[in-house]
């Protein structure tokens, strides 16, 4: 509840533009595209539609998704492990949610948890010794999972393995679970089918192909194979600090299972190491990746809490006073950032202060500009990927490509961008992409966009301002184009050759009140596209020419 509140992410605010699209009759990447599973819109559309349209409804929903999870929780560990040790599992799972640094709030992981532990309690039930139909179930909920989140096809890959591994060590079952591994694919069919057909007949199979699966292979390869290597708590660990008991006991438990080397501790390492791969698949280190991890962390802490407590009657007290100091660490970091006192707060310390969460904060002074800059239903276009502006500024991206995350892989849909601007004609045309080390968009950022949009651009906007990190480009032949700017707040650039490196600011509130929100006086800067470390801003060179060419910073 502390964090309802707080403003959507760039990727929350996107889901948020896709679903309202959806309700408006747009097809998912036909006409608005993001590489995620359709179901997660679906889950936006329904928080939408039943709780309204704003940054509570999602969230409240992903809440009750997880409440909904903690039985599935239970009943496998009890299943698998016995009633003790299934109850440990759903404590566990439900107080990992006290970790604010999983930076759960309504993201795509957070929104896959529930069908993920309902395919997971599934298959236990099946590979139990119950009826054959618990594989079928198993795939259609992995399915669903796999619809919100492509990661829940780690967990699929391994419950596919162990079939196939159990089949080959026991020739007299081999029938039987070859079978189950038939079920578990007619179930995955199952769940994907009623997506499959109305693709098809929106005629957009071929854009969902590419967007869900095809574009995500790429992209995974794209990024460093180092990264791919290490789980995300480890270069990200921020998370594993918030919850270092969870984790800490899942070690415990999971070393204790391979000592066991038996059927059921197979099962669940194979589920918790594939989620782990999932994780790490794409080479990156968002803290929410490690939301997935949660099921099997929780079965796996239930093993590892017995470890802590055999050692403690043998006398052995010392890794229980070890596990102690963990949860005073995980509840110290907790408390620090509900200690702050306003959502926006709480936000920047969940992301750790970094320019990401001030960013999203930055949304929303940007969105209100372009609000009074628009009409309700003008088209604007975002190149960059802070696609919560069109949500907050409550406008429809004037391209399918809502961000820019494609043209990094795939350069060609620039020709369709620029199609589609000729098409539709936005009023406004804003510039917001990140060329900062670990965080270049796209080849050559440093030039600025790239060079068909600059070209366009010039032909038919006039560069209007500067809103934190966004540039406004207002349409040469739009009636908005007459309204004195100074009135809305931004500065009209006349000089052609003014090369002045731009600079971004970040404010900061020195006063316990507002905490690390940007609010008020400069407190600190970072070069801007296009800026040398020499650059006159800092006292040295002229700019590069590129980005910061050619405009002013505004101090709105």
Not at 106 to 111: F, R
Not at 126 to 142: H, I, M, P
Not at 322 to 337: E, M
Request: aromatic share 14%.
């Amino acid at each position: 509840m502390p964090l309802f509140d707080a403003p959507f992410e760039r990727d929350q605010g996107l889901y948020g533009v896709i679903a309202r699209g959806w309700l408006e009759g747009l097809v998912p990447y036909r006409d608005l595209w993001d590489n995620k599973g359709p179901l997660l819109f679906l889950w936006y559309v329904a928080a939408f539609k039943l709780l309204g349209e704003g940054v509570v409804g999602p969230r409240l929903l992903a809440a009750l998704g997880t409440t909904a999870a903690v039985p599935f929780v239970w009943d496998s560990a009890r299943t698998l492990l016995g009633p003790r040790k299934g109850l440990i599992a759903a404590l566990l799972f439900a107080l990992a949610f006290a970790n604010p640094f999983l930076q759960a709030n309504a993201n795509a992981e957070i929104l896959m948890l529930c069908p993920l532990a309902a395919g997971f309690w599934a298959f236990t039930k099946g590979s139990s010794g119950g009826g054959q139909w618990w594989f079928v179930l198993a795939g259609v909920f992995t399915a669903l999972a796999l619809l919100t989140k492509q990661a829940a096809a780690g967990p699929l890959a391994g419950y596919a393995l162990w079939l196939a591994v159990v089949a080959l060590r026991n020739p007299q079952e081999r029938t039987r679970h070859l079978r189950a591994a038939f079920l578990l694919g007619t179930g995955v069919l199952l769940g994907l089918a009623p997506f499959v057909a109305y693709f098809a007949t929106q005629g957009a199979l071929g854009d969902f192909w590419y967007a869900t699966v095809q574009f995500n292979f790429v992209f995974a390869n794209d990024n460093p194979f180092l990264l791919k290597l290490l789980p995300p708590l480890l270069l990200n660990p921020p998370p594993l600090l918030g919850g270092l008991p969870l984790w800490v006991l899942a070690v415990l438990g999971g070393v204790r299972l391979w000592q066991r080397r038996d059927r059921t501790a197979g099962l669940i390492l194979t589920f918790a190491i594939f989620s782990e791969l999932a994780a790490q698949f794409f080479g990156k280190v968002s803290a929410h990746y490690n939301v997935g991890l949660l099921p099997a962390a929780a079965v796996l802490g239930a093993v590892g809490f017995d470890v802590v407590t055999d050692a403690w009657r043998a006398g052995r007290r010392r890794l229980g006073y070890a596990v102690a100091a963990c949860a005073l660490v995980a509840i110290s970091a907790s408390a620090y950032l509900y200690a702050w006192p306003t959502p926006e707060d709480r936000f920047v310390v969940q992301y750790t202060f970094r320019d990401y969460a001030f960013r999203s904060l930055q949304a929303r002074d940007i969105a209100q500009e372009v609000d009074a800059l628009t009409e309700a239903d003008d088209y604007v276009y975002e190149f960059g990927r802070q696609s919560d502006i069109y949500f907050l500024a409550d406008r429809m991206p004037a391209s399918r490509w809502v961000h820019n995350r494609a043209y990094g892989i795939n350069p060609s849909m620039m020709d369709e961008v620029l199609a589609d601007l000729e098409l539709r004609r936005p009023k406004l045309v804003l510039l917001t992409f990140e060329c900062v080390p670990f965080s270049r968009e796209f080849p050559n950022c440093e030039a600025g966009p790239p060079a068909e949009l600059k070209a366009y651009l010039a032909g038919h906007y006039r560069y209007a301002g500067r809103v934190h990190y966004a540039d406004f480009y207002l349409r040469i032949d739009a009636e908005s184009s007459t309204q004195p700017l100074a009135s809305l707040g931004l500065e009209e650039d006349h000089d052609e050759k003014d090369t002045t490196c731009l600079v971004a600011r970040l404010r900061n509130a020195t006063s316990a009140a507002s905490g690390p929100v940007p609010s008020g006086g400069s407190f600190r800067y970072w070069r801007e596209y296009g800026c040398p470390v020499g650059s006159a801003e800092f006292g040295g060179a002229s700019a590069l020419s590129g980005r910061g060419a050619r405009h002013r910073d505004l101090d709105l």
